[in-house]
C-alpha cells in the first residue's frame, strides 16, 4: 500500500521524521488490515498525533475533517502500534506530558483546503 507523509509533504523530507524518515512517499503494509486483508483491530494503545502540525492540518483539509478547539503538542514515546492512519504520516504514542496548547486555527485550515482545491 502506498503511504505518504503528511508533515513531510508540507515541510519538506526530514531525515529526523518519525513517520517516513524523510522518505515522504514509500510502499508499506495497510495500517487498517495490517497486511492480512482483515480489519479486526482498530484500538491501539496509545493516542494517534503527527509528527508536526502541518501534517496535522494537511490531514485535516484532506479528509475534511472538522477541527477541535485546541491544538495539542505532546512529549510522549512511539507506543509501537501502528496507526489506524498512518499512511498518511499518524503515528500511535504514549504520552508523558503536555508541552503546550494552541487555538486551532480555523483560517489556516480554509486557506489549506483552498489551496488543495485548485
Do not use: N, W
Request: with cysteine; hydrophobic share 35%.
Amino acid at each position: 500500500m502506498r503511504h505518504r507523509c503528511l508533515s513531510c509533504v508540507e515541510r519538506g523530507p526530514e531525515d529526523e521524521c518519525p513517520a517516513c524518515g524523510g522518505r515522504v512517499e514509500f510502499v508499506d503494509v495497510c495500517p487498517a488490515c495490517e497486511g492480512d486483508g482483515t480489519i479486526d483491530r482498530t484500538k491501539r494503545r496509545g493516542v494517534s498525533v503527527f509528527p508536526s502540525v502541518e501534517g496535522l492540518y494537511r490531514y485535516m483539509a484532506e479528509r475534511d475533517a472538522e477541527p477541535d478547539d485546541l491544538v495539542v503538542e505532546l512529549e510522549a514515546e512511539l507506543s509501537g502500534d501502528r496507526d489506524l492512519d498512518a499512511d498518511a504520516g499518524a503515528l500511535v504514542v504514549v504520552p508523558s506530558r503536555v508541552v503546550g496548547t494552541q487555538p486551532f486555527d480555523t483560517e489556516r485550515l480554509a486557506v489549506l483546503r483552498s489551496r488543495l482545491a485548485s
